[in-house]
């Protein structure tokens, strides 16, 4: 099975901007989870899709949003970015929902975003 | 959000001694997993703890859970150069938790 891809990998935008990024999780998985990984702050749970449906949400400004496609696909956009905003974004899938689930998460590449 | 604490945040060893890194939560988990990230690279599920108490190995890595369920360990026997990474330990159960930095094993030349 292919493993769960990202696009793009690496961007640039300025303060102010918005973008979205994508995720296509591994096939049959239908549970799409967001992370973003920060060198001082470590990997902090952004949100988790399932069947299209936001399952749980972690501590982030509503300037972080996302979605799901009857095909799994999950997209997550940021708005009015902020310099902060820097870091891998991480998408991982897994085949059932979180929320003490007791199934393993795999995760993409990531997508390094810069604000300038 | 609450974060979950893994101590130490580095640790330099020597090839061949043992590593060991810590996670710890304020609150009750309903199962922990492992993951491992090498420099450069995203993270790879290692194990899952579910049981309280319980030990799982894999080679020379052993893992542990709390018999309150609120801490785990993972102790490396012999290190070796194919361990270097960051470990992070996911408190699954509440999403308000965070993951936290992991605990980066460097190993000294």
């Known amino acids: 099975k292919a493993g769960v891809t990202q696009t793009p990998r690496y961007l640039i935008k300025t303060r102010g901007q918005q973008v979205t990024l994508s995720c296509s999780p591994i096939s049959g998985h239908r549970s799409v989870s967001w992370y973003q990984q920060t060198p001082g702050q470590g990997l902090q749970f952004l949100f988790e899709?399932?069947?299209?449906?936001?399952?749980n949400k972690g501590n982030f400004p509503g300037r972080f949003s996302g979605r799901q496609f009857s095909n799994s696909r999950s997209e997550m956009n940021v708005s009015t970015l902020e310099l902060g905003d820097s870091a891998l974004y991480l998408c991982?899938?897994?085949?059932?929902?979180?929320?003490?689930?007791?199934?393993?998460?795999?995760f993409g590449p990531g997508t390094r975003l810069l604000v300038l | 959000g609450q974060q979950v604490m893994q101590i130490p945040q580095y640790q330099h060893v020597q090839e061949g001694e043992d590593f060991t890194t810590y996670c710890n939560s304020s609150t009750t988990l309903s199962n922990i997993q492992w993951y491992k990230q090498r420099p450069g690279g995203h993270p790879v599920f290692l194990i899952q703890l579910v049981k309280s108490g319980e030990v799982k190995k894999q080679k020379r890595l052993t893992f542990q859970f709390g018999e309150a369920k609120k801490n785990s360990s993972l102790h490396i026997t012999a290190t070796q150069t194919t361990d270097v990474g960051t470990y992070f330990c996911?408190?699954?159960?509440?999403?308000?938790?965070?993951w936290g930095a992991g605990t980066k094993l460097i190993i000294k030349p």
């Open positions: 996911d408190p699954r159960g509440n999403y308000q938790l965070i």
């Open positions: 991982a899938s897994s085949s059932v929902v979180g929320q003490g689930a007791q199934e393993t998460q795999y």
């Open positions: 899709y399932f069947s299209e449906t936001q399952r």
